[in-house]
């Protein structure tokens, strides 16, 4: 038999996510290092979950959020990975498999409670030999603001939520436009600023999302929202326009776009930050020689560099210690030490991005991932919410400036 005969073409990975985290660098790096060939089947947050609900047989990992799980688990999208196959599960730190830094655990959607995949398959905190998703990248998000054109009136003040719903901003703020990650910071704001009081932040009742959507639907009325973004594009022109002086903002825009030089600061608000915790899971539909490359690309994602790369993102790894060999002194004193950068540092792909002397705002890992308020959710009532966050963009103006 010829040896043309006995070759097989390169297995082909298929990793459905968005560009969050699904990088070309990881992606050109991973299939050098592995010699299988991966494919980034990019797509909105949306489009990538209904995808995942319903045409598990169209991708092999689902690169999502733990909050997700509560979409793709009761739909039987996924399987269970097994522990004993993930190389690296051991240095997974505690935030993931226990859900918090200081004992005490924040509102949503709490990735430990997840995690570990039962016998009966529900998921709980309760350790066993499988899990529904790998832990990976995670971070606390809050909002930007440029210091020195604060009103006078929040000047000296402890940051807050509840500046997002401020009279003295009218005007000058933007929300995000999708409603679950919106909602949570709405009531996050209206809980700061004393207008209202939750239960649960991460799932409000239907008369709670009432409370809320009523509120904002006034407020968007008198022109207090500048607008709604959906795409961290439309956030940057908006502060680059100066639209707004005050929204909610993701991490590695806000350092790729250099806004803390410009001015601008991402609060550590003292009722604490909105989490998010992502990773991977495996389709259903995946057997074989496919489910043993899956493994390997997961592992490979644990493996040190990768977390490196997203560390420069503005974002932790599960498991840092193995990453830090894979970043300078300086680079892990800023991204996760909290120190001053002692050198100028640099992007994943050698841009400057950070210079000498500035410190991360809101200080170290500790410190920022152990001021949680409230993990990104899916809550029981999703549906509801979704219709009346809608509805109340579309009965203000501030929903119309993106279209107009």
């Known amino acids: 038999m010829s040896s043309a005969a006995i070759m097989r073409p390169p297995l082909k990975l298929r990793v459905l996510g968005t560009s ?3 990088l070309e660098i990881l992606r050109v790096r991973a299939e050098q290092e592995l010699g299988i060939n991966i494919e980034y089947l990019l797509h909105s947050v949306e489009d990538a979950q209904r995808i995942a609900v319903m045409q598990p047989d169209s991708y092999d990992l689902y690169d999502q959020w733990f909050h997700n799980i509560d979409f793709v688990w009761p739909a039987r999208a996924i399987q269970p990975l097994e522990i ?8 997974v730190n505690e935030l993931a498999k226990f859900g918090t830094l200081t004992g005490e655990l924040a509102d949503g959607s ?3 409670q997840r995690l570990y995949v039962q016998r009966d398959l529900h ?8 899990i529904s998703m790998l832990p990976l990248t995670h971070n606390a998000d809050s909002f930007a603001y440029h210091v020195d054109r604060l009103p006078d009136a929040l000047r000296g003040e402890e940051e807050s939520w509840g500046w997002l719903l401020h009279p003295a901003l009218t005007g000058a703020v933007a929300l995000q436009e999708d409603a679950a990650m919106g909602g949570i910071d709405a009531a996050l704001a209206m809980q700061g600023g004393g207008m209202a009081r939750f239960s649960d932040i991460g799932n409000l009742s239907l008369e709670e999302i009432d409370v809320l959507t009523e509120e904002l639907t006034q407020l968007n009325h008198q022109g207090h929202f500048a607008a709604f973004w959906s795409t961290q594009e439309q956030a940057c022109d908006l502060i680059d326009n100066r639209h707004v002086e005050v929204q909610s903002l993701w991490a590695p825009i806000y350092f790729r776009r250099h806004f803390h030089q410009r001015g601008y600061k991402m609060a550590h608000p003292k009722e604490g930050y909105r989490a998010w915790y992502g990773g991977m899971s495996l389709s259903r539909c995946v057997t074989g020689s496919i489910k043993d490359a ?3 690309y997961l592992n490979w994602w644990q493996s040190g560099w990768p977390g490196a790369v997203m560390a420069r993102q503005g974002y932790y790894i599960s498991n840092p210690q193995r990453s830090r060999a894979h970043l300078s002194l300086a680079e892990w004193d800023f991204w996760y030490g909290g120190k001053p950068a002692a050198d100028l540092l640099f992007d994943a792909h050698g841009a400057p ?6 410190i991360r705002d809101g200080g170290s890992y500790t410190q920022r991932m152990g001021h949680i308020a409230v993990w990104n959710s899916v809550m029981d009532e999703h549906n509801y919410l979704t219709r009346r966050w809608q509805e109340a963009m579309l009965k203000g103006y501030a929903s119309n400036w993106m279209s107009g």
Request: no cysteine.
């Open 84 to 91: 004993k196959r993930l190389k690296y599960w051991d240095e």
């Open 20 to 22: 969050v985290t699904l």
């Open 294 to 296: 899956a493994y390997e």
């Open 123 to 130: 998921l709980s905190s309760q350790p066993s030999d499988r």
């Open 110 to 112: 709490v990735p430990s």
């Open 353 to 358: 991005l950070i210079p000498v002397g500035e």
